[in-house]
């Protein structure tokens, strides 16, 4: 299978990509912002599964215009498997160079602009599979439309709680524009996993989110499972839309099986970046 992973240098990606690699007729590209992460992920993969069928693309996803360029990277592609799992929590709010708040740019328009897109040119196969890495965090939250971006009352746990809700939302309805296609898409939770999920915070709050990820986190490895079922199993191959923990359906909130929320967020977004120059 040919198989891109984003945000697959460290963590959750990285281990999903180790596993996965361990079947040597898998393909696998690895996308992420850090060249030198991803330059040294390449070739521990290489080192410990003898895959050599491993690349890396430099990307930074918060950028609009940088996600986009994927569409030409992988153009001569024929992707099986498309892992949106790029994502982090910003406790203070900062913005993307496009100026969309950087929680929603990364965590949400990336999942967005690259499945479009690759849906758009036809580069992700008939039959193929895009899973969206959401979170049981997004429970407890609702999407205000009025203040997509939180410009007012920021609150970094409470943005990154409405960017999984919205992985969800956008995971409802583009299953349904790509069931002409033949081409499934489910989201998941993996569960709390000790990874470096939000080491990019530092002072008290770092101190926080490792403390807890010390006392209560899963290895990455059981974090991986469900990715990995949802890639590979036959038991899963004709199931859209679904949203799933532990390898399993699992119920989300009722927010997020609001169609009409769904909707608002898919026109939303396609505003949001065709006022930055991007039409989809």
């Not at 920021?154 to 409405?162: E, H, L, P, R, T």
């Not at 939303?268 to 120059?277: E, F, Q």
Request: net charge positive.
């Amino acid at each position: 299978m040919n198989i891109v992973i984003t945000g697959g240098t460290s963590g959750l990606g990285f281990r999903t990509a180790f596993i996965l690699a361990q079947d040597s007729k898998n393909k696998i590209i690895l996308i992420g912002k850090n060249k030198a992460k991803g330059e040294q992920a390449i070739k521990s993969l290489n080192n410990e599964t003898k895959n050599k069928n491993l690349s890396f693309l430099q990307v930074d996803l918060s950028s609009i215009f940088e996600t986009s360029s994927l569409k030409e990277k992988l153009a001569n592609k024929k992707i099986d498997v498309l892992i949106n799992n790029a994502g982090a929590l910003f406790y203070s709010r900062i913005e993307s160079e496009d100026g969309i708040e950087k929680t929603f740019a990364l965590n949400h328009l990336s999942y967005f602009i690259l499945s479009n897109l690759l849906l758009k040119h036809k580069i992700i196969k008939n039959g193929g599979r895009i899973i969206n890495v959401a979170s049981g965090a997004h429970r407890g939250v609702d999407i205000n439309f009025d203040d997509i971006e939180m410009v007012t009352n920021y609150n970094g746990w409470v943005s990154y709680k409405k960017s999984k809700l919205c992985n969800i939302l956008f995971t409802k309805k583009l299953s349904e524009l790509a069931l002409k296609n033949n081409i499934t898409v489910n989201c998941l939770h993996p569960g709390f996993v000790k990874t470096g999920f939000g080491k990019n915070n530092t002072g008290v709050i770092g101190l926080i989110i490792k403390s807890l990820m010390s006392l209560f986190a899963i290895r990455v490895e059981e974090g991986a499972e469900t990715i990995i079922y949802l890639a590979t199993s036959n038991n899963v191959k004709n199931i859209s839309g679904e949203y799933f923990y532990e390898s399993k359906i699992n119920k989300p909130s009722l927010n997020s099986e609001n169609k009409k929320s769904a909707d608002n967020l898919w026109d939303l977004s396609i505003k949001i970046l065709k006022n930055k120059g991007l039409t989809l």
